[in-house]
C-alpha cells in the first residue's frame, strides 16, 4: 500500500496543477485589497508561473520523501503542513498592499517536522538555523542581482513557515498528538 | 502574462526555490545514507552474534 504522505503529497500537487491551468493565480491570490473568503482556503494552491508551480511540487516531493523515510507520521505532517501554509494568513496584515500565492510556507513547515525527526542523524540546532540561513542567503543573493532588496517580504513568510513547523512539533509533543 | 500580472499587483510569490529544494534534497541524501550505515550496523551486529551461537 502507498505511504499516506506520498498520497497526500500527490493530491496536494494535482490540486496545484489543476488550479493553475483552469483558473488565472490573481482570482485565488490572496490580498486585503481584494479580499475574498475562499481565498483564505484557495491561495495555498495558486501559483503565479510554470517555475513557480514547478519549484514548489519539488521542493513538496522532497520534503514528503524526507518524511517517509524519517517515518514521520501523516497525523503531524499534516499538522505542520497546515499551520505553515495558514501563517501567511494574519502575516499579510503586515503587507496590506500584497498579494500571496503559493505553498512555500507549507512545505517548510512540513520540512521542520521532518528535520526534529531527523535529530538523531542531525541535530535540529544544526538544521534549523542552516534552514533559516539558506532561506536569507538566497533571498540576499537574489536582492543583489536586482540591485535592491526585493525577496526579504517573502522571506518573512517562509521563515514564519518554518517557524511555524516547528511549534507544530513543539506543541506536539505537550499536546501528545 | 506574469510581467503583466506583476505590474497590476504587489505580489509576493510564496516559492519554496531551487535553492530549497537544494537543500532539502542535501539533507534527503544525508539520511538515507545515515539509515544505510544504520542497517548495515546491525546486520553485522547479528553475525557476530550469530557466530558467537548466542
Redesign the interface.
Known amino acids: 500500500m502507498a505511504n499516506k504522505i506520498a498520497l497526500f503529497a500527490a493530491a496536494v500537487a494535482v490540486v496545484n496543477v489543476a488550479v493553475f491551468y483552469l483558473a488565472p493565480a490573481e482570482s485565488f491570490s490572496l490580498s486585503l485589497s481584494d479580499f475574498q473568503l475562499q481565498d483564505l482556503l484557495l491561495f495555498q494552491f495558486a501559483h503565479f508561473s510554470v517555475f513557480h508551480l514547478f519549484e514548489n511540487l519539488v521542493g513538496l516531493m522532497l520534503t514528503a520523501a524526507l518524511a517517509i523515510e524519517l517515518d514521520v507520521s501523516m497525523k503531524k505532517f499534516m499538522f505542520a503542513y497546515f499551520l505553515g501554509a495558514f501563517v501567511s494568513v494574519p502575516l499579510l496584515l503586515m503587507f496590506p498592499g500584497a498579494a500571496i500565492a503559493g505553498n512555500s510556507t507549507a512545505i517548510f513547515g512540513a520540512l521542520a517536522i521532518s528535520l526534529d525527526r531527523a535529530k538523531g542523524m542531525i541535530s535540529y540546532k544544526i538544521t534549523y538555523p542552516m534552514v533559516t540561513l539558506f532561506i536569507l542567503g538566497v533571498s540576499i543573493a537574489t536582492s543583489f542581482e536586482a540591485g535592491q532588496l526585493i525577496a526579504v517580504r517573502s522571506d518573512i513568510f517562509h521563515i514564519a513557515g518554518f517557524a511555524a513547523g516547528a511549534g507544530a512539533t513543539l506543541s506536539i509533543k505537550e499536546l501528545h498528538i | 502574462?506574469?510581467g503583466l500580472?506583476m505590474q497590476?499587483?504587489?505580489?509576493?510569490?510564496?516559492?519554496?526555490?531551487?535553492?530549497?529544494?537544494l537543500?532539502?534534497?542535501i539533507?534527503?541524501l544525508?539520511?538515507?545514507r545515515?539509515?544505510a550505515k544504520l542497517r548495515h550496523s546491525v546486520l553485522r551486529y547479528e553475525r557476530i552474534k550469530k557466530a558467537l551461537g548466542e
Open positions: 502574462m506574469m500580472i497590476n499587483m504587489d505580489v509576493v510569490l510564496l516559492e519554496f526555490g531551487l535553492g530549497g529544494a537543500l532539502a534534497s539533507i534527503l544525508f539520511v538515507r545515515e539509515k
